[in-house]
């Protein structure tokens, strides 16, 4: 754990980053908290800091596709990859997520009293 407001953690899982113009870009997360992510970039970055866009952390691969969408913004672009703080999350969508963060850290119950201290993002009761 961390002193940051949201631990990091690492979690190494495919994602895609959905632009506002509709293009996708394929990559794998480095690190994961409750208040973003930082996801390692393939293909050529071509966004800036403050655009806006979807991140879609996979789960599980087809056929039992499972996957989460964050609504987020790009705070800052590297080489290699993209640093994105999250803005809101669909409920449904937060209990898997949730759920891979505690599986997935050594303090767990470390972690959700830090969760309940400063949850980090918005959750949603419907997708916009």
């Given amino acids: 754990m961390n002193n940051r407001k949201n631990t990091r953690l690492s979690v190494t899982r495919k994602a895609k980053l959905q632009l506002a113009d509709g293009s996708i870009l394929c990559g794998t997360t480095k690190n994961l908290s409750f208040s973003g992510a930082y996801v390692n970039i393939a293909d050529k970055i071509t966004v800036n800091p403050g655009d806006s866009c979807s991140f879609i952390l996979i789960l ?56 309940n201290a400063a949850p980090g993002l918005d959750v949603v009761t419907k997708r916009e």
Avoid: W
């Avoid at 999250?86 to 830090?114: T, V």
């Fill in 60 to 115: 599980c691969d087809e056929p039992n596709l499972i996957e989460i969408i964050f609504k987020c913004d790009i705070v800052r672009v590297e080489s290699e990859g993209i640093a994105l703080q999250f803005r809101y999350i669909d409920i449904g969508d937060y209990q898997h997520f949730k759920n891979l963060m505690i599986n997935a850290c050594p303090e767990p119950k470390q972690l959700l009293e830090e969760l």
